[in-house]
């Protein structure tokens, strides 16, 4: 009679076969994630054929979406509504060239990019997702905040749009800096050097300004105030 495998054995050969399964499961889910998208920019394209050969009015386009709709809906099932579609439509638009589309990002992606007017923007938000791994949940999020449109204060025009084609790329140390502040209501230009004490003595105008505008009930007793705690002292605007 052979020798019993040990429990240690049993474990590695697990984790093992685990791991090729976690893998072919990855592949299979990516290789459908990229067969939707392509399939959902070629109906886009043929929906935007048919329009081209069509009448131009508007209503044409909105009787084919609603009819296209029903009759996919009916064989295919859901996916197809309308606003779908029309989804479909305006990513063939946004991405005339298939082989411009990217396979690490999900048809959620493609679908919260299309609410990015600006193509730059667009094209920013598109390199930073696939070059950070954002989650449809942190993509969003991003877009929600204008990191895009806060990024753009803090650099010139070109360096925009080629961080646009790129990506957020940290060559320097103002560049781990994702969310610089808008500082001008402090009176200080935003692409203007500054010392910290300027930051202060602005900030602490303008909270001057405020607080005698609510006028009783409020007051400023200092511009650095002395607080101490458990012996140490500090100064506190």
Known sequence: ???????????????????????????????????????????????????????????????????????????????????????????????????????????????????????????????????????TRELERQINSLLSERLALSRDKAGVLELAKKGHEIQQPTDLVKDPYVLEFTGIKQNERFLEKDLETALIDKLRQFLLELGKGFAFMARQQRITLDGRHFLSI
């Not at 131009?56 to 509504?81: C, N, P, V």
């Open 1 to 135: 009679m052979g020798e019993v495998t040990s429990s240690q054995e049993i474990h590695g050969i697990y984790q093992q076969i685990r791991e090729v399964l976690i893998q072919a499961r990855s592949r299979a889910l990516q290789a459908v994630n990229t067969e939707m998208v392509a399939c959902y920019w070629q109906i886009g394209r043929l929906i935007v054929e048919a329009e081209q050969r069509g009448e131009t009015r508007a209503a044409y386009g909105k009787g084919l979406i609603k009819a296209l709709s029903k009759r996919l809906t009916d064989e295919f099932g859901r996916g197809f509504h309308q606003r779908n579609l029309w989804f479909m439509r305006n990513f063939y638009l946004a991405y005339p060239k298939v082989n411009a589309l990217s396979s690490e990002l999900s048809w959620t992606h493609y679908r919260l990019l299309l609410r990015v007017e600006k193509s730059e923007a667009r094209a920013f938000y598109e390199a930073e997702a696939v070059n950070s791994r954002w989650s």
